[in-house]
């Protein structure tokens, strides 16, 4: 037995004096009622978990994704989005394997902690935070907290940014007959425009933030369809154009057919920042795992391919999306790629001179309104996962008196609007999405690589310190469980955190170093 106890020693034994609480906040009688009292009629089955996975997945980092490789290179670019879907298959897996322990350990408590637990994700929901306390006590619970949060916030912060952005664009364009880029020298009347805008996308968040993820079904699965329709598009669009000459990039573009732009040819070390944290924010989403997967129809066993087929899906849309529109694009490419169709003529290939054909307008619409209609579906589901685990923050003391003096619906209200306001603030401030995805996609490194590989290895040794061996084993352990495997993935990511950190805050240091 190694020496040396841990929260979770303490409260299998318990110790109630010295114990931190296993759940947070929470006991394991609140805990039970929780799983009893799920509605198993608002549960659904992997066809729509893997569309509420896939509408998780695919936010912002879709639309900035041709950004990235025009700054970084193509070749980088995918090398990065590959290397991310792997490990984050990886850490996927840990993360359904710690869900399960998190519920076996806890039916264990509950039956005395003498028979080995029997480990399965169940109704039962346990996120981040209540897992960190857990098995990492209250030290490794605050830097998850802190992580969540800061990645959350900034995730819909750039959401609304999104949204705001491309719906300004639109409205300018078809309603006042005039250019409106918030990203490219806006005029006054601009400004005002996005800013009502992000009004009007908040009071709508904040409405649908209110409900629960299961109520939202026919919503996600009809975002689902709609996102396979405007990818569909794109990559149709931009194929074609690459068969006349470039207007982007003339001087810079093969002479003859296909008429790519060199812009994004080259490596460019000192754009492997922009890369890296994009491609951590793409493909981030370990952390709402726990969210729609408790919602799955049991049987749970088939979860692993559920988050591989998520994975794959959104993997494959992101490299064809980002390399085949920075070939079209090059050096045009704005952050928010699709405002790139706000010039979509249907002459030339797409992008040539003239007036813009009817069909080019349904055409334009369809891409252009694809950023508003995602972030509308993404939002709140967002919102609901940071709801919940600033409600498992709480101090038990504030924990206690919020109950005692509020419903809990009234409880679930404050912490939603807790989750869905502050972006919306800090969109009026400031909607710069490549500034916003570079800080968001440094916190999200630690979502994604650090804290499930973390949680994975430590409540593995918990119960093959309290049960003995082989007492870890879940339905979801693989070969990839071996501790050696979540060794490298920290050492790795943390190497790579710091040479991103790097390149990102200090360009002109990088562009000096790789010149």
Same mark, same amino acid.
């Given at each position: 037995?190694?020496?040396?106890?841990?929260?979770?020693?303490?409260?299998?034994?318990?110790?109630?004096?010295?114990?931190?609480?296993?759940?947070?906040?929470?006991?394991?009688?609140?805990?039970?009622?929780?799983?009893?009292?799920?509605?198993?009629?608002?549960?659904?089955?992997?066809?729509?978990?893997?569309?509420?996975?896939?509408?998780?997945?695919?936010?912002?980092?879709?639309?900035?994704?041709?950004?990235?490789?025009?700054?970084?290179?193509?070749?980088?670019?995918?090398?990065?989005?590959?290397?991310?879907?792997?490990?984050?298959?990886?850490?996927?897996?840990?993360?359904?394997?710690?869900?399960?322990?998190?519920? +076996?350990?806890?039916?264990?408590?509950?039956?005395?902690?003498?028979?080995?637990?029997?480990?399965?994700?169940?109704?039962?929901?346990?996120?981040?935070?209540?897992?960190?306390?857990?098995?990492?006590?209250?030290?490794?619970?605050?830097?998850?907290?802190?992580?969540?949060?800061?990645?959350?916030?900034?995730?819909?912060?750039?959401?609304?940014?999104?949204?705001?952005?491309?719906?300004?664009?639109?409205?300018?364009?078809?309603?006042?007959?005039?250019?409106?880029?918030?990203?490219?020298?806006?005029?006054?009347?601009?400004?005002?425009?996005?800013?009502?805008?992000?009004?009007?996308?908040?009071?709508?968040?904040?409405?649908?933030?209110?409900?629960?993820?299961?109520?939202?079904?026919?919503?996600?699965?009809?975002?689902?369809?709609?996102?396979?329709?405007?990818?569909?598009?794109?990559?149709?669009?931009?194929?074609?154009?690459?068969?006349?000459?470039?207007?982007?990039?003339?001087?810079?573009?093969?002479?003859?057919?296909?008429?790519?732009?060199?812009?994004?040819?080259?490596?460019?070390?000192?754009?492997?920042?922009?890369?890296?944290?994009?491609?951590?924010?793409?493909?981030?989403?370990?952390?709402?795992?726990?969210?729609?997967?408790?919602?799955?129809?049991?049987?749970?066993?088939?979860?692993?391919?559920?988050?591989?087929?998520?994975?794959?899906?959104?993997?494959?849309?992101?490299?064809?999306?980002?390399?085949?529109?920075?070939?079209?694009?090059?050096?045009?490419?704005?952050?928010?790629?699709?405002?790139?169709?706000?010039?979509?003529?249907?002459?030339?290939? +797409?992008?040539?001179?003239?007036?813009?054909?009817?069909?080019?307008?349904?055409?334009?619409?369809?891409?252009?309104?694809?950023?508003?209609?995602?972030?509308?579906?993404?939002?709140?589901?967002?919102?609901?996962?940071?709801?919940?685990?600033?409600?498992?923050?709480?101090?038990?003391?504030?924990?206690?008196?919020?109950?005692?003096?509020?419903?809990?619906?009234?409880?679930?209200?404050?912490?939603?609007?807790?989750?869905?306001?502050?972006?919306?603030?800090?969109?009026?401030?400031?909607?710069?999405?490549?500034?916003?995805?570079?800080?968001?996609?440094?916190?999200?490194?630690?979502?994604?690589?650090?804290?499930?590989?973390?949680?994975?290895?430590?409540?593995?040794?918990?119960?093959?310190?309290?049960? +003995?061996? +082989?007492?870890?084993?879940?339905?979801?352990?693989?070969?990839?469980?071996?501790?050696?495997?979540?060794?490298?993935?920290?050492?790795?990511?943390?190497?790579?955190?710091?040479?991103?950190?790097?390149?990102?805050?200090?360009?002109?240091?990088?562009?000096?170093?790789?010149?």
């Amino acid at each position: 037995r190694v020496h040396g106890d841990t929260a979770l020693d303490r409260s299998m034994r318990g110790n109630a004096a010295e114990a931190t609480p296993l759940l947070g906040s929470v006991n394991t009688t609140a805990n039970a009622a929780d799983e009893n009292s799920f509605d198993e009629s608002k549960t659904y089955g992997h066809v729509a978990g893997v569309a509420f996975g896939l509408n998780y997945v695919i936010g912002t980092g879709v639309f900035s994704m041709p950004f990235a490789f025009y700054s970084a290179g193509w070749k980088i670019s995918v090398v990065m989005l590959v290397i991310f879907a792997i490990l984050g298959l990886i850490t996927s897996l840990f993360t359904l394997e710690f869900l399960a322990r998190a519920e +076996g350990v806890t039916r264990a408590r509950e039956l005395g902690g003498v028979a080995k637990p029997v480990h399965q994700i169940s109704y039962r929901k346990f996120d981040f935070v209540r897992a960190s306390e857990m098995f990492g006590g209250l030290p490794m619970k605050a830097f998850t907290q802190i992580c969540v949060a800061l990645y959350c916030y900034g995730a819909l912060w750039s959401y609304a940014a999104v949204f705001s952005s491309s719906a300004s664009t639109l409205f300018f364009e078809y309603a006042l007959r005039e250019k409106c880029n918030i990203y490219d020298s806006p005029s006054p009347s601009c400004h005002l425009g996005y800013y009502i805008v992000v009004l009007a996308f908040g009071t709508y968040g904040v409405i649908v933030a209110m409900q629960d993820i299961s109520s939202q079904k026919t919503l996600q699965l009809a975002m689902t369809w709609y996102r396979f329709l405007a990818f569909g598009v794109m990559l149709v669009t931009v194929a074609v154009s690459l068969n006349k000459p470039n207007t982007f990039d003339p001087a810079d573009s093969a002479q003859r057919a296909p008429y790519v732009s060199h812009a994004n040819s080259h490596v460019k070390w000192a754009g492997f920042g922009t890369v890296f944290t994009f491609s951590a924010v793409a493909l981030n989403m370990q952390y709402n795992i726990p969210d729609y997967a408790q919602a799955v129809r049991n049987p749970k066993g088939s979860l692993r391919l559920m988050v591989a087929a998520i994975l794959a899906i959104s993997t494959t849309f992101y490299v064809l999306v980002g390399y085949l529109c920075s070939l079209a694009f090059g050096s045009a490419t704005i952050p928010l790629s699709t405002l790139n169709w706000n010039d979509f003529t249907g002459r030339a290939g +797409g992008w040539g001179p003239g007036d813009t054909i009817w069909w080019a307008v349904i055409v334009k619409l369809f891409v252009m309104l694809f950023p508003l209609l995602n972030m509308l579906s993404v939002y709140p589901l967002v919102c609901v996962t940071l709801a919940g685990n600033l409600a498992n923050s709480m101090p038990a003391s504030v924990d206690a008196a919020l109950k005692a003096r509020f419903s809990p619906r009234a409880l679930t209200i404050l912490f939603r609007l807790l989750a869905a306001v502050p972006p919306i603030a800090a969109s009026m401030y400031s909607g710069r999405l490549s500034t916003i995805l570079n800080f968001t996609g440094l916190i999200g490194f630690f979502l994604e690589f650090v804290i499930p590989t973390l949680l994975h290895l430590i409540s593995a040794r918990a119960c093959q310190r309290l049960w +003995g061996p +082989g007492s870890h084993i879940t339905p979801y352990t693989s070969a990839v469980s071996h501790p050696a495997v979540g060794a490298t993935i920290i050492v790795v990511g943390c190497i790579s955190f710091v040479f991103a950190a790097f390149v990102t805050y200090m360009p002109h240091q990088a562009n000096k170093l790789f010149a």
